[in-house]
């Protein structure tokens, strides 16, 4: 549970679950070895990157956002990681960050709740930040995905959560660039199935877990 202390970015009042949950199902994380380098891609307030910390799912977790709002807000709120040296924030763009070679095969988790619609795609947000993190014009899927396989050291493992309808483009596009499905969740109260959470390892061999009803 955060701290009444939370920091939150312009207007929102509270987070969605699909971070808590991403970071919930991550029950191999920070277990046997050491050290764990994750990062959180679109770290919004940083309640993921904390959420890592806090549960010692991660040794350490770099935070970035395109969002300068974002930025400022993680700092403050993920304000004891950095001063103990076990986070970094920083503000770029995630096809930046993904580009600079100094920053491949560093990680042994990518973690990441993405924009979950396809630009052009459903109703236009009135808030800019919604919009951004919603809608998948700067962080589309195969940016990201092409981040993970290049960011991740061999074995490593993506988190996300994404839309079940979007469940076979996703997959496809993950096992293209060899980040091999592994584990599937779906939420036992989301009752439409609407979302789904995902684990994938770089480098794998095929096989996929799914879990219909996990908590």
């Not at 993921?48 to 709002?69: E, H, R, Y």
């Not at 095969?105 to 990518?110: D, N, Q, T």
């Not at 962080?139 to 493992?157: I, N, T």
């Not at 609407?194 to 996990?214: C, M, Q, S, T």
Request: proline share 3%.
């Amino acid at each position: 549970m955060i701290s009444k202390e939370w920091q939150f970015i312009d207007n929102q009042k509270r987070h969605t679950q699909d971070g808590c949950q991403l970071v919930g199902l991550m029950t191999s994380v920070g277990r046997g070895r050491r050290p764990c380098h994750a990062i959180d891609v679109g770290c919004g307030d940083g309640i993921i990157a904390f959420d890592i910390l806090k549960d010692k799912k991660a040794t350490s977790v770099v935070a970035i956002d395109i969002l300068d709002s974002a930025v400022q807000t993680s700092i403050e709120n993920l304000k004891s990681y950095l001063l103990s040296g076990k986070t970094q924030v920083y503000r770029v763009s995630a096809s930046k960050f993904f580009g600079q070679k100094e920053n491949w095969g560093k990680f042994h988790r990518f973690v990441i709740n993405p924009p979950f619609y396809a630009h052009g795609s459903g109703r236009a947000n009135k808030s800019k930040l919604d919009q951004i993190a919603r809608h998948d014009k700067s962080l589309h899927l195969k940016l990201w995905a092409r981040g993970a396989s290049r960011l991740l050291k061999q074995g490593g493992q993506l988190f996300c959560v994404f839309p079940s309808e979007r469940l076979a483009e996703a997959i496809a596009e993950l096992s293209r660039l060899s980040l091999e499905p592994k584990e599937l969740w779906w939420l036992r109260h989301d009752r439409r199935k609407r979302r789904f959470f995902l684990r994938a390892v770089l480098g794998a061999k095929p096989g996929l877990i799914v879990h219909l009803d996990h908590v």
